[in-house]
């Protein structure tokens, strides 16, 4: 099993930035992709940006440019550094893994507030 908790959230104004760390421990070498995910109020949970185990990247158009995902391998920690956010990020963020085996956890999810 892989747990993960997420910390990092918070309310910010327009144009601010946040940094969403999230962290893995038990299996953590069974892990092949890890990523963060939003959900707004009365939205489904949509993609915000995952890296493979070797550095892969990908980010939806709508936060390209603005997020940056990293990881630390040594920490098992995944990061997500976003930047010029906008009221419609609004959203409860969640860390996800993907194993090997197929297996997903999820993390607790953190809120972050954009105000206009």
């Known amino acids: 099993q892989v747990q993960l908790v997420e910390s990092g959230g918070g309310l910010v104004q327009a144009g601010g930035s946040l940094r969403l760390s999230c962290a893995a421990s038990?299996?953590?070498?069974?892990?092949?992709?890890m990523g963060w995910y939003r959900q707004a109020p009365g939205k489904q949970r949509e993609l915000v940006a995952d890296?493979?185990?070797?550095?892969?990247?990908r980010y939806p158009v709508s936060v390209k440019g603005r997020f940056t995902i990293s990881r630390d391998n040594a920490k098992n920690t995944v990061y997500l550094q976003m930047d010029n956010l906008k009221p419609e990020d609004t959203a409860v963020y969640y860390c996800?893994?993907?194993?090997?085996?197929?297996?997903?956890?999820w993390g607790q999810g953190t809120q972050v507030t954009v105000s206009s």
């Open positions: 996800k893994s993907d194993s090997f085996s197929g297996r997903y956890y």
């Open positions: 038990g299996s953590t070498s069974s892990i092949r992709l």
């Open positions: 890296i493979s185990s070797t550095g892969i990247t």
